[in-house]
């Protein structure tokens, strides 16, 4: 089942900017998406594992702050219905891009004040940094 930003903004307390159309369904989708600053990956198309030993979180109802815009922007907050799913920063990425990694059984969101919803379908995926190369051998990371 999908939801309207409206309703993904009420259910949170999350807001977004006033721009932003709230009665717009957000999309659930299985493979690579980007939020500004971040990109979601399925784990089977991610070079990343999880810590043998990694500690796992349960995504509580008001979601997981997963990364902060340069300077203190908006954040992007991970939100999920309460017991489908959780998460882990235990990873192991050879790129040092890896801030985290989720594991849904029910469709989950990215939240942020600017760029609105996006929904991921159930799965696991890898949450990274997103770069942007400057020249062909310099990369920095992209702010928010």
């Known amino acids: 089942m999908t939801m309207t930003l409206a309703e ?16 717009v369904r957000i999309p ?3 493979g690579l998406q980007a939020q500004g600053d971040l990109i979601v990956i399925p784990l089977s198309e991610a070079d ?3 810590w043998g030993d990694a500690r796992w979180r349960p995504v509580p109802a008001e979601g997981v702050e997963l990364l902060r ?14 017991g489908t799913c959780r998460w882990t920063t235990h990873v192991r990425d ?11 059984t029910a469709p989950v969101y990215l939240l942020h004040p600017e760029h609105g919803g996006s929904g991921c379908a159930p799965g696991t995926y890898v949450v990274r940094r997103q770069r ?10 992209v702010a928010d």
């Open 69 to 82: 815009g340069a300077a203190g922007g908006n954040p992007h907050t991970l939100v999920a219905e309460p």
């Open 8 to 23: 993904l903004t009420s259910r949170t307390g999350l807001t977004v900017l006033d721009h932003l159309e709230q009665s």
């Open 48 to 50: 990343v594992t999880v």
């Open 132 to 141: 942007e190369y400057e020249t062909s051998t310099r990369s920095r990371l």
């Open 28 to 30: 659930v989708l299985d």
């Open 94 to 104: 050879g790129q040092g891009l890896a801030i985290g990694m989720f594991d849904a």
